[in-house]
């Protein structure tokens, strides 16, 4: 993948490295041949507030899970694509993007400074009204909705909690047997839905990753005798640390491989800390107090440098999913290291906010009201939670707000606490976005099905 000299420092047992990126090598060509081919449109119960766990977390384990469309073939195992075979996705807008974020001395002391580059690609964007649809699940049907309404963008996975889904060449993830290769073949999903004018987000769950944490477990987080440390709320499993720059560079080059298999923009989710106490009960350790970064730094960090190896490296937006709550409440934010006020100034394109009524705890306040059933309110809980946020987001610099939508049915909550997530509930969560002076949006469905409709929010 990409020429790198990387330099670990050792604080302990947790490897606090820094490195610097060489932008030349691997990474220019791929930048020339994206722009000589058809592809040059690419370059173009913790919580506080008593919020569920998590937006895959929180959906229960006998959820519908991602099935596969017959009409996707899986004939190909390895990621050799030949480029100029893979059409361009659709027409979309160039918009310069620009860092805001403030310098932090600390970060650049624990880091080092950020990759360089020469010059900068133009960013290609797309005004995103989409739908998850897993790994690839349902992908006719879900084609024909796009067809029928004002939906023009899909969210494949391209590695979940479990496995790499897509027919990846990623030599870490198949030396860790983290790869499923009956999933779904990347290119020629890309291709069926640049044909039908759908523009794809690839997916990727970051440090909520145990498979890699129990390979390297020196890249985990650990307790300060080097332990590796498993999490009460996160199913009692490890998490990679997200200090570690190694994981950063395993999850770009993910995202790299994908763009070259036609993939128009990388999402990155579980790009937090774990939430809550540890199995044993011992405390995390990062380093020296007062010599380590913030949480909220390391995840800016993180954005920061993929940013500046995605997006301004291939002209391919970045965007970060952030947990609701980190809207609202800057002091859960800091425990997750998503902290709304600076996360959007990182340079990334968009971030994805997941206001679910159903996370929100049974008699939370927000913006002066009190939600005794969020789940059976959800215009005013997107509005609200978006209207608390919008004192940052509004702010000049701020990337794209581009909120998450529940489009399922948190029966789970039990009975009077939820209501039928059907079209209008839907639609209702899209005219509060709207309402709130934002255009774009995804919406939520563990099975990766929808309802007919527009989606069209105050359109219908």
């Known amino acids: 993948m990409l020429n790198q000299n990387e330099k670990y420092n050792y604080n302990k047992n947790i490897k606090t490295n820094r490195e610097r990126f060489n932008g030349s090598g691997a ?3 791929l930048r020339v041949l994206v722009k000589l081919t058809g592809i040059t449109a690419l370059c173009g119960a913790l919580l506080f507030s008593g919020i569920y766990i998590g937006k895959k977390a929180s959906i229960p384990e006998d959820a519908p899970m991602f099935v596969k469309d017959p009409a996707v073939t899986t004939t190909e195992t390895s990621a050799q694509v030949t480029m100029a075979e893979i059409t361009a996705p659709p027409t979309t807008t160039l918009r310069e993007i620009v860092e805001t974020l403030p310098y932090n001395q600390l970060s650049e002391d624990f880091w080092g400074p950020l990759p360089s580059i ?6 290609t964007r797309n005004e995103v009204r989409g739908l998850y649809i897993g790994a690839a699940a ?37 030396e860790i047997g983290y790869v499923s290769d009956n999933a779904y073949n990347l290119a020629d999903v890309c291709q069926k839905c640049h044909d039908n004018d759908i523009w794809v987000i690839g997916r990727i769950v970051c440090f909520k990753d145990v498979h890699l944490a129990n390979a390297y477990p020196e890249r985990a987080i650990c307790d300060s005798n080097g332990e590796i440390l498993l999490f009460n709320n996160e199913g009692s ?21 994908a763009i070259s298999m036609g993939v128009d923009e990388i999402q990155f989710d579980y790009v937090r ?25 390391a995840i800016n960090r993180f954005l920061q440098t993929a940013r500046i190896r995605i ?4 002209g391919v937006p970045v965007s970060a999913d952030i947990f609701g709550i980190a809207v609202s409440s800057q002091l859960d934010g800091n425990i997750l290291g998503q902290d709304w006020s600076k996360v959007g100034l990182t340079g990334v394109d968009s971030v994805c906010p997941m206001i679910y009524p159903s996370h929100y705890a049974l008699g939370t306040m927000m913006n002066g009201h009190v939600f005794e059933h969020p789940d059976l309110e959800p215009y005013d809980v997107m509005f609200s939670a978006l209207e608390l946020g919008k004192t940052y987001h509004t702010q000049d610099g701020y990337a794209t707000v581009r909120p998450y939508c529940q489009a399922f049915t948190a029966s789970y909550i039990g009975a009077g606490n939820y209501m039928n997530y059907d079209y209008n509930a839907i639609n209702e969560q899209i005219k509060a976005i709207q309402d709130q002076g934002l255009t774009e949006f995804i919406l939520w469905n563990p ?14």
């Open 27 to 29: 990474v220019a060509l």
């Open 118 to 123: 020469e010059g900068g690609a133009e960013v």
């Open 138 to 174: 349902n992908l006719d049907a879900n084609i024909e909705i796009a067809k029928n309404s004002t939906i023009n963008s899909f969210v494949i996975d391209l590695k979940e909690t479990d496995y790499l889904y897509y027919n990846t060449s990623n030599q870490t993830a198949r």
């Open 273 to 297: 800390f774990p939430t809550g106490s540890t199995v044993n009960g011992n405390e995390p350790y990062f380093g020296i107090e007062g010599e380590v970064p913030s949480k909220c730094d």
């Open 237 to 257: 499993e490890a998490f990679v640390n997200p200090y570690d720059t190694r994981n950063w560079d395993y999850l770009i080059s993910i995202a790299e491989e």
């Open 311 to 314: 997006q301004d490296t291939l």
């Open 447 to 460: 099975s990766g099905e929808y309802p007919s409709g527009n989606y069209g929010g105050n359109q219908g």
